[in-house]
């Protein structure tokens, strides 16, 4: 094949990486559902995207002694209260139908237990962190937004 | 180069005035050569620090950012065209136009850098997860194929450290926090896929120095393990995870295929095979069996480093490749620097151990110089 084809499709395969990570992320910003999550934050740095905050939320933990086996995908089904902060009605090995619920993969480090969600980092303007992370220790919630197969994104944080 | 023109001519075998020529000309050479390379030093710094500059611009999530933050899709759509630009300007300048090659190439190998940057982007948009596997496999699956279309070894050498950063993030991310994944398994992984890698036929023939980059890379985290196997490991670990056993059966095979696939198989080709198979099998068994001999891993360790570090000194000499001799001969020092320390410290006055192993690793290197010395006199080597 000549060069000038390959360079070309690989400048779209580039293109189309970017536009399907933009639009399956943006899908999910456009037409999730948004429920507020208690967080607890700590405060590191990434090394390619700068400052930002680990959020460690309360619908995360699990008991230690728990069914789940490590790197299990799970789906956490989730109610809501009157200020529509949310809370774990149950954990689903199965995909939950006609319930508003969040898909994670257990975490099984050494005594700590826990499910992640892909909503653990949130991203900051550079320096701000620590003091973002000072704000948050006095109480806060993020704003999430889960759209129909359980995907969550952070929209903001509530403080 | 000087001296062998005037040995010719010391021969009669070329006169007065066709050694003076051949000498300027080897001097303006020289001289070009070093201008050529001063200038792509030129081009490659700049290109690391322009993408470190875009990394850091997107790391810092500061003014510039925050005076476009009307829209993420301006951002990412002045990051895209940024990389694209660079990597099509190049493709002009170096390959079509070919004008200027140098300044061509360097922009290919910073759109290599952008296109990271983009992912990272919009991951910081979307607040993806921070460090994750994904983004660095995504990376290095984007620019790998520049590598090998335009046949640049700092592109490839970029998707290698890219790639060995992914492994190590898909680890982190993984329910494991044992320090045998980092000291043991981690590194034969990955050194023994890199070095498989330099041995595929095809790369090996069409690409020859990306097959010395992948074994030089791949050796160092083998050699460590090693290293830490002769010191101290527990007697068994259990481990039957898929995480681990499913990289380790594509490894075996990997390397049967490269072993079905090569056609001319020299006495280094089956060394270097014999040497991965028995590394794996040393693994799996490690990693596996309930009770392990901690005495015949340690001298099953002990014979792969020796083994090593003799082909590759064997080679070295052979083919009058100073690179890999000196690389053995830094093999060898730390391996008998660890066993020394290992066995000696607990047997020894301490005053007798510094003593006599200060003397041995003296005597050793004036012994490797002159050899090196000796085998490599009058070889290309010696005045290039």
């Keep these: 094949m000549e060069i000038t084809k390959i360079v070309y499709i690989i400048i779209i395969v580039w293109l189309g990486i970017i536009g399907v990570f933009v639009l399956s992320n943006d899908i999910t910003m456009k037409t999730g559902k948004e429920v507020m999550l208690k967080i607890i934050p700590i405060d590191p740095r990434d090394l390619l995207r700068g400052d930002y905050v680990i959020l460690n939320y309360e619908i995360s933990s699990l008991p230690r002694n728990n069914e789940y086996k490590a790197d299990q995908v799970v789906y956490a089904v989730l109610k809501t209260d009157d200020k529509n902060v949310a809370t774990v009605d149950y954990i689903d090995k199965q995909y939950p139908k006609n319930k508003i619920f969040i898909k994670g993969i257990v975490r099984n480090k050494g005594w700590n237990s826990r499910i992640e969600y892909g909503i653990e980092s949130y991203f900051v303007k550079e320096k701000t962190g620590r003091q973002l992370q000072n704000n948050l220790r006095r109480g806060a919630h993020a704003k999430v937004l889960i759209d129909k197969n359980g995907k969550a994104k952070v929209k903001e944080l509530v403080y | ?384």
């Design chain 2, 1 to 384: 180069m000087e001296k062998t023109i005037n040995k010719w001519l010391e021969k009669g075998l070329i006169d007065k005035e066709t050694a003076l020529r051949l000498i300027n000309e080897a001097k303006e050479e020289a001289e070009g050569l070093q201008k050529i390379h001063s200038l792509i030093a030129l081009y490659v710094v700049g290109a690391v620090l322009l993408g470190l500059g875009v990394i850091s611009f997107i790391a810092a999530n500061d003014w510039i950012l925050e005076f476009l933050k009307s829209s993420d899709f301006l951002k990412i759509l002045l990051l895209s065209g940024t990389t694209i630009g660079s990597f099509y300007g190049g493709y002009k300048l170096a390959y079509e136009n070919k004008n200027y090659p140098r300044l061509g190439r360097t922009l290919i190998f910073l759109s290599t850098i952008l296109i990271g940057a983009t992912y990272a982007l919009v991951g910081q948009i979307y607040h993806l997860n921070a460090n994750n596997s994904f983004l660095m496999f995504l990376w290095t699956a984007s620019i790998l194929p520049l590598a090998y279309i335009f046949k640049d070894k700092a592109i490839n050498i970029l998707s290698i450290i890219l790639f060995i950063f992914g492994v190590i993030f898909y680890y982190m991310e993984l329910s494991f926090d044992k320090g045998y994944t980092w000291t043991i398994f981690i590194p034969v992984i990955l050194g023994t896929f890199l070095y498989s890698l330099g041995n595929i036929p095809s790369i090996q023939k069409n690409y020859n120095n990306f097959s010395l980059s992948y074994k030089l890379v791949g050796l160092a985290p083998i050699f460590t393990t090693l290293i830490i196997l002769i010191c101290s490991f527990k007697d068994s670990y259990e481990l039957l995870s898929l995480n681990y056993i499913l990289p380790i059966m594509f490894l075996f095979a990997l390397n049967f295929a490269i072993v079905y696939l090569k056609e001319d198989k020299d006495l280094l080709f089956n060394l270097e095979e014999g040497f991965i198979f028995a590394l794996l099998t040393l693994l799996v068994l490690i990693l596996t069996l309930p009770v392990i001999s901690i005495p015949l891993i340690m001298l099953t360790s002990h014979l792969l480093i020796i083994f090593v570090i003799s082909t590759g000194f064997y080679f070295g000499y052979k083919f009058e490749n100073v690179g890999l001799i000196n690389s053995c001969t830094w093999f060898l020092i730390i391996y008998l620097t660890t066993t020394y320390c290992r066995f000696g410290w607990n047997f020894m006055d301490k005053t007798l151990f510094f003593i006599l192993g200060g003397a041995c690793l003296l005597g050793l290197g004036s012994f490797l110089e002159r050899k090196k010395k000796e085998t490599l006199k009058g070889s290309k080597w010696t005045w290039k």
